[in-house]
């Protein structure tokens, strides 16, 4: 399977702290993109990274890649009860025009 | 939303049965996405297609085919259901490689 996989599976937190999640994936890329997904709902998209940036912030969220490890992580600070979701990173391999996803990391944000 | 539609929402049928899921988009992108979505297993490509006509297996295709005729229209079929295909679908729309994708709301299917 190329799916990648992300740890860990299930995350909880106080609000006010940080949230890091991590995905690993098996082929060589293009960029990587993490996703959001709510309860019951489709993903919403974050933050795209492309292979030659090595770090990348929007608002609260920083996502930071490593191509020699074939990994990234997305922290989320100051965590809110609304951050609450499934988080998935997806990817664009090399070569081809699948677009990968990863099992995702459950977050629970306790107000 | 991104001018993305499935239908039907939801649907309950049985084994043997054949069904076939629409994926609508206004957006006039290229790619277009199914996957399946079950707990511990988080999305999974089933198949895909990169232009009208174009379309290509993704990690778990047994026992589905799809036909994308126009640019609009993705359609998923599963030829003869079986249990194990009792899963949440989701479509999903690129405009190209490196660009958000956009996903519809999910048809929930059950096979009984």
């Known amino acids: 399977s190329q799916q990648g996989e992300e740890d860990p599976q299930a995350l909880s937190i106080q609000e006010g702290e940080n949230a890091t999640m991590n995905c690993s994936y098996k082929t060589s890329i293009n960029n990587l993109q993490w996703y959001r997904q709510n309860s019951g709902r489709g993903l919403v998209h974050l933050i795209l990274?492309?292979?030659?940036?090595r770090e990348k912030h929007s608002g609260r969220l920083r996502v930071t890649l490593d191509t020699s490890k074939k990994s990234s992580s997305l922290l989320i600070t100051a965590s809110r009860a609304a951050d609450t979701a499934s988080y998935f990173c997806?990817?664009?391999?090399?070569?081809?025009?699948?677009?990968?996803f990863g099992t995702g990391t459950r977050l629970k944000v306790l107000a | 939303d991104a001018g993305i539609t499935q239908s039907p929402r939801h649907k309950v049928t049985e084994t043997g049965t054949p069904v076939t899921l629409r994926c609508h988009q206004t957006e006039n992108h290229r790619y277009m996405y199914w996957y399946r979505q079950d707990p511990g297993h988080g999305l999974r490509l089933i198949h895909y297609?990169?232009?009208?006509?174009?379309?290509d297996k993704g990690e778990v295709s047994d026992g589905y085919s799809v036909s994308r005729s126009k640019t609009e229209d993705f359609l998923l079929t599963l030829e003869s259901a079986t249990s194990s295909q009792t899963s949440v679908y989701f479509c999903?729309?690129?405009?190209?490689?490196?660009?958000?994708?956009?996903f519809g709301p999910g048809t929930r299917l059950t096979v009984l």
């Open positions: 297609s990169y232009g009208v006509k174009d379309t």
């Open positions: 999903a729309i690129r405009g190209g490689e490196g660009l958000p994708g956009f």
């Open positions: 997806a990817t664009d391999a090399t070569g081809t025009y699948k677009y990968i």
């Open positions: 990274i492309r292979s030659n940036e």
